[in-house]
């Protein structure tokens, strides 16, 4: 079941809610951003997505994968903290449309013991093969 879930980045400048049930699982990938970020993503559509606080604070990376001709995602951060509390993306059919990616860390009112629970599919970014798990995944 959907809820709506607060977040924020460390020092608490970009603030934002989100609708979405994290019992759909969530994603966490082995391409060169993801991994050395260590992004665990959950989506939502654009239209799920609030941006409360601080979106003059956020700072965009553009990163066209392998394969794409333009920019495709925005990998954005608070320029205070560093911290990458979602990305947005342009449109995607399993979306319906243009996407935010949720970082499932960032989000305040999850306690560690939920956390836990959250069911995690591993794709792999890397091979830019999306829909299959990477020979390793501890490290992710």
């Known amino acids: 079941m959907k809820k709506t879930h607060q977040g924020s980045c460390h020092c608490g400048a970009i603030r934002f809610e989100c ?22 993503m959950a989506f939502v559509k654009e239209s799920e997505m609030r941006i409360l606080a ?14 794409m001709d333009a920019p495709f995602l925005h990998l954005t951060f608070c320029s205070r903290c560093g911290i ?16 935010y990616a949720v970082n499932v860390a960032c989000l305040d009112d999850v306690s560690e013991a939920e956390r836990a629970r959250i069911p995690v599919k591993y794709a792999d970014g890397r091979n830019n093969d999306w829909n299959s798990t ?4 501890r490290h992710l």
């Open 19 to 40: 609708d979405l049930d994290l019992d759909e699982g969530t994603m966490r990938c082995n391409c060169s951003f993801c991994g050395k970020a260590r992004f665990w």
């Open 54 to 67: 601080g979106a003059e604070l956020l700072h965009d990376y553009r990163h066209t994968p392998k394969g």
């Open 84 to 99: 990458r509390p979602f990305s947005s993306g342009g449109a995607l059919p399993q979306f319906g449309g243009p996407f």
């Open 134 to 137: 990477p020979a390793q995944t």
